[in-house]
């Protein structure tokens, strides 16, 4: 079992940048794959990034493509998701989450831990 906590959220301007951590305990995060998702209101949980740490395979929601990355640090055992040139459109809360299905990556079902979210909120 793990137990993950985001921090990083907060305000961001549009074109800027921020930063999420997720920081996991119980078991390496390398154990799972990892997972971003985002719930803005009103809407639908929704992936947003990805990594298959034993392979070393990313994968990204078209939205973010080329403007977010997922990374990991095995020392500190926390994964990040660095967010750049931010759009008023990212703003939701972010979730991290650990996978040990074999369900696809971009299906929030098949993720079986989940942190307590961050608020990400992006002005113009």
């Known amino acids: 079992q793990v137990q993950l906590v985001e921090s990083g959220g907060g305000l961001g301007q549009a074109g800027g940048s921020l930063r999420l951590s997720c920081a996991a305990s119980g078991r390496p995060f390398s154990s799972y794959a990892m997972g971003w998702f985002r719930q803005a209101p009103g809407k639908e949980r929704e992936f947003v990034a990805a990594s298959r740490w034993s392979s070393g395979t990313t994968y990204y929601a078209d939205s973010v493509k080329g403007r977010f990355t997922i990374s990991g640090d095995n020392a500190k055992n926390t994964v990040y998701l660095q967010m750049n040139s931010l759009k008023p459109e990212d703003t939701a809360v972010y979730y991290c989450?650990?996978?040990?299905?074999?369900?696809?990556?971009?299906?929030?079902?098949?993720?079986?831990?989940w942190g307590q979210g961050t608020q990400v909120t992006v002005s113009s």
């Open positions: 989450a650990a996978k040990i299905t074999s369900a696809a990556m971009a299906a929030a079902a098949g993720y079986t831990y």
